[in-house]
């Protein structure tokens, strides 16, 4: 292990599509900033973009078993330097590069600015010169306990569940629990799986900043495998079943995003072959539509904290909160009491559409009092996000809106994302693309111009503004609710700030805020639903009734 993820033969068992992720790491290592790693269809001839000392590089990195490159990537990354406007630039290679690409080199120098060579040898040179580890991570108090409680869970029953709200660094508390067993055995084996190749290609990246250099990591996938497993192997479920299946035996295994993981199926199958492995499960939302308990498989919450007591503690974004429900059907409020009605039937009855109009014009309104506005809307369809895009777009300050969906290319999605966090986009419209997964820790304003029946996807789509950053303290919503389960869970976030309001240790927080458009609509639900927690993960056989009196005081 002495030259860790970049020694020769480790590079050379990950092939072509991992090796830019090894050298994305080793910027990293080395100081640069804003690294982000652009290799795919379209790319114009970079693979990787990033900054150092005031000066912008861009990279190409060819890969090869053995032998040199030839000037073909000397070419590429030419024209790369000069449509990103980059400073500087380097093609990069595992092995040597050739005479041709040598003599390219010397002949572009005489015409433009050098580009550098970075080639095998360059790069072990490098890796022995860096820190151990970058980037200085400190875990709050409340993620330190989490960390703590994780491990003494699985010191004592190798098993452990941690619940942390979208926002509050589950990924933190997963990278330091794998980073203090290796400490321990560094020569163990780590699985950490999850359900999606975007999910695990983002978690191989967040362990780099908790792992020493020593410590390898790669990516398995149905694209990618590896006879080298050595270190950590971030594997989607059907990968990490074949290596399981063929004898591959981690000391501990993290499951991400836990609330996939049912009774039976392939995470079940996974689990039971793995029984003697130390066991994790990360989730901000625990819950399942078929009721299945994950407690079953990782044992009771070493910690948990929701968005609720998030946001009392200051972890998280205070919350601006507008339901905007002024399209109810009245006339079905009053003669809603004398049928027994159910969840489902009283939600297609019960509200009126929303017309794309008026959403943008409640956008256009919180826009111009949100400093440095930056938002994303959830819509209902692929066709919808599309549609509303194009008539933001019509507006002057949003006509750089996109829509970003599993339709476009992940080179496409990964493109539109940089765009938004650059701020050259200012609004992402979206359909279930950024429920999990996804960092995007500028948003400031939130629209739901859509419906969803799932608690765990409301939980998670408002978890995509409430990650705090310097300079933000606020996230507003503005909620186009169409169903009574958002509206129980809107009254929960409320009542549960109210209740802590004027307790003495959150004394100087600002409490978030909860505002029903319609105070007449508030009025009603906080006398109809008595028990909003359980309306909140209600199914639609559970049949309600409005009361009389409070409905005929609405009239």
Known sequence: MTDGFLGPGFLRELGPNQFPRQIERLLWHMGFTEVANIDGSGDQGGDILASASGQDWVLQCKWRKQGPISADGVDEVARAREHYRRDKAAVVTNTVLGVDAERRIDRLALIGPQIHEWPGDTLRRAWAKVPERFGAVTPRDYQRIAIDNAVGGLNATGRALVILATGLGKTIVGAEVIDEHLRRQPNDLVLVV??????????????????????????????????????????????????????????????????????????????????????????????????????????????????????????????????????????????????????????????????????????????????????????????HAERLADLLRRTPNWSGALAIHADLSKRERQSRLLAFRSGEVPILTSVDILNEGVDVPDVNILCFARVTHSRRIFIQQLGRGLRLREGKERVAVLDFVSDLRRVAAALNIKRAVADSADTEELQGITPSRVEFTDQRVASLMEEWIKDAASLETAYDEVRLQFPDQTMTSQR
């Not at 080298?228 to 991400?256: E, H, I, N």
């Open 194 to 383: 999850a359900h999606t190749k975007d999910l695990v290609d983002q978690l191989e990246r967040a362990l780099w900043r908790h792992l020493p250099k020593t410590v390898k990591t790669r990516l398995v996938t149905g694209e990618e495998r590896s006879d080298d497993l050595s270190g950590v192997a971030c594997a989607t479920l059907g990968s990490a079943l074949y290596m399981v299946r063929r004898g591959y035996r981690p000391a501990l295994v993290v499951v991400d995003e836990a609330h996939h993981v049912g009774e039976d199926g392939q995470y079940g199958e996974l689990l039971d072959l793995l029984t003697d492995a130390r066991q994790m499960g990360l989730t901000a939302t625990p819950w399942r539509g078929d009721e299945y308990d994950i407690t079953h498989r990782f044992g009771e919450p070493v910690v948990k904290i929701g968005i609720e007591e998030g946001m009392r503690r200051g972890y998280l974004a205070q919350v601006d909160y507008r339901l905007f429900v002024d399209n109810i059907d009245w006339d079905m409020v009053r003669s809603a009491s004398q049928h027994d009605y159910s969840l489902g039937e009283l939600n297609a009855r019960l509200f009126l559409p929303q017309r794309d109009e008026a959403v943008r014009d409640e956008l256009a309104a919180v826009w111009g009092t949100t400093p440095n506005p930056r938002a994303l809307v959830f819509c209902r369809t692929i066709d």
